[in-house]
C-alpha cells in the first residue's frame, strides 16, 4: 500500500524536517505485521513528494505454533490497499509530524502548506459519495478514481477500490492526523483489538475537528467497529452530554435572560402578520416562542406536509404533531442520540397506527443533497444555521430552497446585537460553545434576502422576544415563501 505526500511550499524541500526523514535517503522500519519504506520519488525547491510504501506480511502474522493458516491469509488484498495497517505505520514512522514536533523548523508545524495525499489504493464499499463525505467538511479538494475489477473485462464492473487524491492548505498535522482517523473509516475494518483505549485514541486525534463533522457518528461507528457501547462512549464524550445541541441552548437562555424583562413585560405584540403568544403576567420562554412562531408561520401559509429540519430532541415536532392540519411531518437531524431522545418525547412506539404514519425520523446533515427532503410544502429551521460553518451555508442553502424547494421556509438565528442584554455573556463570545457565528439583524437580511432572490423566493423578517429600541429583540425569524411567478411557472 502507497502514500504519498507533496507540497509546493518552498522550500519545497522542507517536508523532510516536518516528517523528519531525509529526503536523500532510504529508510526502511520493522513493524510487526511488515515493513515500512519512506523515501522520496521527487525533492527539488519547486516540489517534493514524501513516500510512505507498506509492505504488509500477512502470512508471516498468522505463522506460529499451534496456528491454522487458512486459504484467505494467503490470497488477500491487504498488501494492496490502504487500511488501519497504514494508519500504525502514519503513527509509528511519522510519530513527530502527526504530533506536530519539528524542532528545526518549529514554525512550519503552525504553518499551512500547500499539501496533496494521494492514497494509491482504498476500499471503499459504499462509493464515491461517501468518500466526498468524509474529506470534504474537512476543507478537500477530492479526486476520485474508481478500478475496474478486470480492465481486459470491464463488463465485470467497477470494482470497490479508489485512488484518492487530498489537495488543501493544511498543517502537515492536521493532515496525517485526518488520514490517521479516516483510513480505518474507509476500509470499515481493523487488524487489531478494539477496547477502550480506541476511543481515547478517537477522542485524541479527533479533538478539534471531529466534534463538528457532520458524519462524525458514523466515523465513530465504523472507527470502533461498531461496538455500541464504546460507540455510545465516544459520542457522549464528544458532544458532552449532548441532548440536542437544541436543549442545551434553551438552558443557556434560561440563565442569562434579564429578570427585569421577566417580571415587568406583559404586552402583547405582533409578528408580522403572525399573532404571537400573549406575554402575561411574565415573560414566556424564548425558544417555546420561537417553536410557537414557526408553527403559526406553516399554518398561516397552509402547509400539509412539513419538515423540521435540525429537528434535535423533537420539541417542535410534538407541537406540530398536535395540529391536525400537518398532513405528515419530517424531522432531520444529524445526531443519532438526538434522534433517539426524540422518538422517545414523541411515544412513537405507542401511538395510534394513523398517528404514526404522520411522522418520520430520519438521519442526516443539511449540507448534503436528500431526495427523501422533496416533495414537501413547508419547513422550519429554528436556530440551527448558526450551528454550520459559514463556508457551508451555500452548500445549506441549495440542498433546502434548490433541491427540497418548499413553498414556505421559516428559519430563525439569534440576533448577536441584543448579546449586551446578557450580563453573564462575555464580549466577543456567543451564546452556546457550538454556534459558529451570531448575525446581526443587518447580516441575517442580507443573507437572506441573497438567497430569496437566487432561488425564486420573497422573504420578510419579524423579531422573537422582547424588543428592545436599540439592540432590536433576542431572536430573528425570516419568512420565505416562493414567488408567484415561480409557482406559476411550476404549475
Not at 51 to 63: F, H, K, N, P, S
Not at 91 to 110: D, M
Given at each position: ?307 423540521d429540519l435540525g429537528c434535535g430532541e423533537g420539541r417542535l415536532l410534538k407541537m406540530l404533531l398536535q395540529e391536525k ?167
Amino acid at each position: 500500500m502507497l502514500l504519498t505526500i507533496s507540497t509546493t511550499h518552498q522550500p519545497a524541500t522542507d517536508l523532510g524536517y516536518l516528517l523528519h526523514k531525509n529526503p536523500t535517503h532510504l529508510q526502511t522500519f520493522s513493524l510487526n505485521f511488515g515493513r515500512a519504506h519512506v523515501f522520496y520519488p521527487e525533492a527539488t525547491v519547486e516540489r517534493c513528494t514524501a513516500a510512505l510504501l507498506l509492505d504488509v506480511d500477512t502470512i508471516q502474522m498468522v505463522r506460529g505454533k499451534g496456528k491454522a493458516i487458512s486459504l484467505d491469509q494467503y490470497v488477500n488484498d491487504r498488501p494492496y490497499v490502504a487500511s488501519s495497517f497504514l494508519s500504525v505505520a502514519m503513527a509509528e514512522v511519522f510519530s513527530s509530524a502527526l504530533n506536530g514536533r519539528c524542532a528545526q523548523r518549529p514554525t512550519l508545524v503552525t504553518t499551512a502548506l500547500p499539501l496533496q495525499a494521494q492514497l494509491a489504493a482504498i476500499p471503499c464499499r459504499k462509493g464515491e459519495d461517501w468518500l466526498r463525505r468524509l474529506f470534504e467538511p474537512l476543507g478537500y479538494h477530492v479526486e476520485v478514481v474508481q478500478h475496474a475489477l478486470d480492465e481486459k473485462h470491464p463488463e465485470w464492473g467497477q470494482s470497490p477500490y479508489f485512488t484518492v487524491t487530498l489537495s488543501a492548505e493544511r498543517r502537515l498535522s492536521e493532515l496525517l492526523t485526518h488520514l490517521y482517523v479516516l483510513i480505518p473509516v474507509l476500509d470499515n475494518s481493523k487488524h487489531y483489538w478494539i477496547g477502550d483505549d480506541e476511543v481515547d485514541k478517537l477522542l485524541r486525534r479527533g479533538q478539534g475537528w471531529l466534534e463538528k463533522h457532520p458524519e462524525r457518528v458514523q466515523i465513530a461507528f465504523a472507527y470502533l467497529h461498531h461496538k455500541r457501547t464504546l460507540v455510545n462512549d465516544a459520542l457522549e464524550r464528544l458532544i458532552a452530554e449532548e441532548v440536542g445541541v437544541e436543549e442545551a441552548e434553551v438552558e443557556a437562555e434560561a440563565e442569562v435572560l434579564p429578570t427585569t424583562e421577566v417580571e415587568e413585560s406583559t404586552e402583547t405584540v405582533e409578528i408580522g402578520a403572525v399573532p404571537e403568544i400573549a406575554m402575561e403576567k411574565k415573560l414566556p420562554n424564548l425558544h417555546e416562542q420561537r417553536l410557537q412562531a414557526a408553527l403559526e408561520v406553516l399554518k398561516e401559509h397552509g402547509a400539509k406536509r412539513v419538515l423540521d429540519l435540525g429537528c434535535g430532541e423533537g420539541r417542535l415536532l410534538k407541537m406540530l404533531l398536535q395540529e391536525k392540519s400537518f398532513e405528515h411531518i419530517l424531522g432531520l437531524d444529524v445526531s443519532y442520540k438526538a434522534l433517539e431522545i426524540a422518538q422517545k418525547r414523541l411515544h412513537l412506539d405507542r401511538l395510534p397506527p394513523r398517528q404514526r404514519e404522520r411522522i418520520t425520523l430520519i438521519h442526516g446533515a443539511l449540507t448534503y443533497r436528500d431526495k427523501r427532503l422533496e416533495g414537501y410544502d413547508g419547513a422550519a429551521v429554528v436556530e440551527v444555521i448558526e450551528h454550520l460553518d459559514q463556508s457551508r451555508l451555500s452548500a445549506f442553502a441549495r440542498v433546502l430552497f434548490e433541491f427540497a424547494h418548499p413553498e414556505t421556509v421559516v428559519i430563525t438565528t439569534p440576533n448577536a446585537e441584543y448579546n449586551v442584554k446578557y450580563e453573564t455573556l462575555h464580549a466577543g463570545t456567543f451564546r452556546h460553545q457550538d454556534h459558529r457565528f451570531e448575525w446581526t439583524r443587518e447580516q441575517f437580511q442580507s443573507w437572506a434576502q441573497q438567497i430569496a432572490r437566487q432561488f425564486g423566493y420573497t422573504v420578510s423578517f419579524v423579531p422573537i422576544g422582547p424588543e428592545d429600541a436599540g439592540v432590536g429583540a433576542p431572536s430573528q425569524m425570516g419568512i420565505f415563501a416562493r414567488s408567484s411567478a415561480i409557482k406559476e411557472e411550476n404549475a
